[in-house]
Antibody, heavy 116, light 109 residues
């Protein structure tokens, strides 16, 4: 049973960089042909896809966030990571990591608040 | 970018009612359309994939249809445990990004 778990600071100051890691257990991040994504959800609002990384390391990003987003993978640790730079209060959200185009496996989500 | 227009944004129905939610894509996405259920404080749960395929373990009262730009999600007989917000999601890899609909909040009347 594949499980995903987000980790990282719950509070980030404005203008700084938000950094989150997703640890995958129950299977190798390198096995299969999957995209690994980050998705976020502001309180009371809908889901927004941030970007994804393929097992080969290739990435795709939401055009609205592309200039500020970097997603990377560390196969040795079975993890992939998100960095979002120059954050503002509008980036406050629950951040989910997820697997696949058809997302059966989700992390539980982690709340990141941007505030001074 | 592909835009997904989901309607209605909220819906109130009685137990036993047939409930329908629609999702329209701004361009042809074939059948690359999934439906999710999200309950408060929880991650979304996959219900329907590739427009009409029921995920394993999901009750058969849930169904999906459509292709191209117009898609429909149906609950044939609403149950109290179906109270949630529902999202459509496209994943056409020709334009490599995912897009979610705005969500439909379903309440019991």
């Amino acid at each position: 049973q594949v499980q995903l778990q987000e980790s990282g600071p719950g509070l980030v100051k404005p203008s700084q960089t938000l950094s989150l890691t997703c640890t995958v257990s129950g299977g190798s991040i390198s096995s299969g042909s999957y995209y690994w994504s980050w998705i976020r959800q502001p309180a009371g609002k809908g889901l927004e896809w941030i970007g994804r990384i393929y097992t080969s390391g290739s990435t795709n990003y939401n055009p609205s966030l592309k200039s500020r987003v970097t997603i990377s993978v560390d196969t040795s640790k079975n993890q992939f990571s998100l960095k979002l730079s120059s954050v503002t209060a509008a980036d406050t959200a629950v951040y989910y990591c997820a697997r696949g185009d058809i997302v059966f496996y989700w992390g539980q989500g982690t709340l990141v608040t941007v505030s001074s | 970018d592909i835009q997904m227009t989901q309607s209605p944004s909220s819906l109130s129905a009685s137990v036993g009612d047939r409930v329908t939610i629609t999702c329209q894509a701004s361009q042809d996405i074939s059948n690359y359309l999934n439906w999710y259920q999200q309950k408060p404080g929880k991650a979304p749960k996959l219900l329907i994939y590739d427009a009409s395929n029921l995920e394993t373990g999901v009750p058969s009262r849930f169904s999906g249809s459509g292709s191209g730009t117009d898609f429909t999600f149906t609950i044939s007989s609403l149950q109290p445990e179906d109270i949630a917000t529902y999202y459509c999601q496209q994943y056409d890899n020709l334009l490599p990004m995912y897009t979610f609909g705005q969500g439909t909040k379903l309440e019991i009347k």
